[in-house]
């Protein structure tokens, strides 16, 4: 199982936890298989990470060049007197982690700007006048 940014969720991949608001509230089912269209709900409900199966999102590189994963990169050093502390170092691995999935999203949010950026810069890449493709219809 592993926690990811919703910006770095794809269809086909299946929930293992249930997707809940902060009322505790369940929105989607553990278990259910993700499709376009559920990720762009759960982006429009301002669902941050989801819980999927698996391991399928490689992280480990991810965010190099970002403020977040500047963050993560720092923590050996500020955790260098707590070495032999087991609490401490649970501390750190859980901030690890999140600067981790911070730092996944915020290249995913990069990268798909330069994206649309380059898209906006080759007529045959952005479609016709209404930014869809072109066809009337709206992709995913």
């Known amino acids: 199982m592993q926690k990811i940014p919703i910006n770095l969720a794809a269809p086909g991949m299946k929930l293992a936890k249930a997707v809940t608001r902060e009322n505790g509230m369940t929105i989607m089912a553990e278990g259910m298989e993700l499709t376009e269209s559920l990720i762009s709900r759960l982006e429009g409900m301002n669902i941050e990470r989801i819980t999927v199966q698996g391991h399928p999102v490689e ?22 007197q707590y070495a ?47 930014g869809n493709g072109g066809d009337g219809h709206e992709n995913g």
């Open 84 to 130: 032999e502390d087991k609490w401490m170092m649970r501390v750190k691995d859980r901030m690890r982690q999140y600067f981790q999935i911070k730092a996944a999203a915020q290249e995913a949010k990069m990268q798909a700007l330069k994206q649309v950026e380059s898209a906006g810069d080759d007529p045959d890449l952005s479609g016709g006048t209404n």
């Open 59 to 80: 992280m480990g590189g991810a965010g190099a060049g970002t403020h977040w994963g500047e963050r993560r990169d720092r923590l050996d050093h500020l955790f260098r």
